[in-house]
Each structure stands twice: as C-alpha cells, then as structure tokens.
C-alpha cells in the first residue's frame, strides 16, 4: 500500500503562486508514474501534470508554461509550483501514483484563486 499526503493549497490572490506537495509513504515502488489532478465544482477531474515512469512530462494545454511538476525521489516527495495563477485554477488538487493496475489518490488540497 501506498499512502499519498497533499499539502501547500491556500487561497491567493490572481497573478500569485503557490507550491503545492504530495508526499509519498509505505510500500513504494521502483518505477511508477505520478501526476496532479483537478476537479472543480461541477466538473470532471482532470489531469493537470503528470511526470512518468519514463521520464517523461506532460501538462494540460491550459498550464503550460505556468505549472511545473518536479519529484524529488530521495524523499520520495513531488511538487507542483504553480506560477501566474487564475481564478479558472480554483479547484481542489489531487496527486496520484500509478504502478502497473495500481493506482493510488491523495485526499486533496483546496485551491482558491480570488481577490
């Protein structure tokens, strides 16, 4: 089992940053993939970012070049700094990992992009 912990959601003003963190704890594995999600009121979760088991990155057109997602694996952490905020980015964010036919949730963090 794996167990993910989110962390870093607040409310800012637009135009602000944030950074958001999932950590990861338990029985982890050697490759796996990890991504952020994100679900508003009335929508679908969506994928934010994702970085792979290969090594490769991908972004939702509507984040490129604001977000950036980045791991560090000795503490088995990943980030999402989230640059240039907009109020459509409200949303609460979800981590994931996925190794093989597993697939692992945090429980969310909220974010509010207001003035």
């Known amino acids: 089992q794996v167990q993910l912990v989110e962390s870093g959601g607040g409310l800012v003003q637009p135009g602000g940053s944030l950074r958001l963190s999932c950590a990861a704890s338990?029985?982890?594995?050697?490759?796996?993939?990890m991504g952020w999600y994100r679900q508003a009121p009335g929508n679908q979760r969506e994928l934010v970012a994702v970085?792979?088991?290969?090594?490769?990155?991908g972004y939702a057109d509507s984040v490129k070049g604001r977000f950036t997602i980045f791991r560090d694996k000795a503490k088995n952490t990943m980030y999402l700094q989230m640059n240039r905020l907009k109020p459509a980015d409200t949303a609460v964010y979800y981590c994931?990992?996925?190794?093989?036919?597993?697939?692992?949730w945090g429980q969310g963090t909220q974010v509010t992009v207001s003035s």
């Open positions: 994931n990992l996925v190794q093989g036919p597993l697939i692992y």
């Open positions: 970085d792979t088991s290969a090594g490769s990155i």
């Open positions: 338990g029985s982890m594995p050697g490759i796996y993939t």
